[in-house]
């Protein structure tokens, strides 16, 4: 069992920046996948970005891409997303998620197999 909390969210104008943070349970955090999604309000929640155990490999939504990094440090069982050039579009619960099957980069939210409860972020115009 995984267990995952997010941090680092809140408010910020358009244009300005945040990084988020999931922190997780597990003892053998980096033989998993980590992904960011996220859910704007009556919306579906949509990928974001995914790593691999390595952080060698990653993938990003078009709509982040150039805006959105994501990093993890094993060591500290930590993940990050860092956000710039914030959009109001980019308004969203946004979860942290784990994928048991490490070597892999996934963008379907039904490859992750544990969630975080999720961290507000809301960009104002």
């Known amino acids: 069992q995984v267990q995952l909390v997010e941090s680092g969210g809140g408010l910020v104008q358009a244009g300005g920046s945040l990084r988020l943070s999931c922190a997780a349970s597990?003892?053998?955090?980096?033989?998993?996948?980590m992904g960011w999604f996220r859910q704007a309000s009556g919306k579906e929640r949509e990928f974001v970005a995914a790593?691999?155990?390595?952080?060698?490999?990653?993938d990003y939504a078009d709509s982040v891409k150039d805006r959105f990094t994501i990093s993890r440090e094993n060591a500290k069982n930590t993940i990050y997303l860092q956000m710039n050039s914030l959009k109001p579009e980019d308004t969203a619960v946004y979860y942290c998620?784990?994928?048991?099957?490490?070597?892999?980069?996934?963008?379907?939210?039904?490859?992750?197999?544990?969630w975080g409860q999720g961290t507000q972020v809301t960009v104002s115009s």
């Open positions: 998620a784990a994928d048991r099957l490490f070597w892999r980069v996934s963008f379907t939210r039904d490859d992750y197999d544990y």
């Open positions: 597990a003892r053998t955090f980096s033989r998993y996948t």
């Open positions: 790593i691999n155990w390595s952080g060698g490999s990653t």
